[in-house]
């Protein structure tokens, strides 16, 4: 009965340690994270190259890959097109704060396949 007990509040203790707090304003936090992304200056300049070669730009907020830097929790927004990732920007759930990705971290930013064959 000892270890049930343990382990019980252990996984009370632990469990808010793997998913950001959710802020209760419905979807405008989900909304909002993905604006903060869309709306920075270089992603709207790839995003405008890519929708002039006739690809499509998709941002994905991935809820259940949480990401932590310094003590704060952070959603990771992917910038895809053409099912390839560009670039993976991380938004504090209050829509706060954006971490920039490093350069040498990131994929090469380019255009899809689709986009670069469009443009010749």
Not at 26 to 51: D, F, I
Request: aromatic fraction near 10%; charge should be positive.
């Amino acid at each position: 009965m000892w270890a049930v007990t343990r382990f019980l509040v252990l996984c009370f203790i632990c469990a808010p340690a793997f998913a950001c707090d959710y802020p209760d304003l419905g979807n405008m936090p989900l909304r909002r994270a993905v604006s903060k992304v869309k709306y920075l200056p270089e992603t709207q300049a790839w995003a405008s190259a890519a929708h002039e070669g006739g690809a499509v730009v998709q941002y994905a907020l991935l809820l259940d890959a949480p990401h932590r830097d310094h003590g704060r929790c952070y959603w990771p927004v992917e910038v895809r097109s053409g099912g390839a990732l560009w670039r993976r920007y991380y938004v504090s759930p209050d829509g706060k704060r954006v971490l920039r990705p490093a350069a040498a971290a990131q994929p090469q930013a380019t255009l899809p396949r689709a986009a670069t064959a469009a443009a010749r």
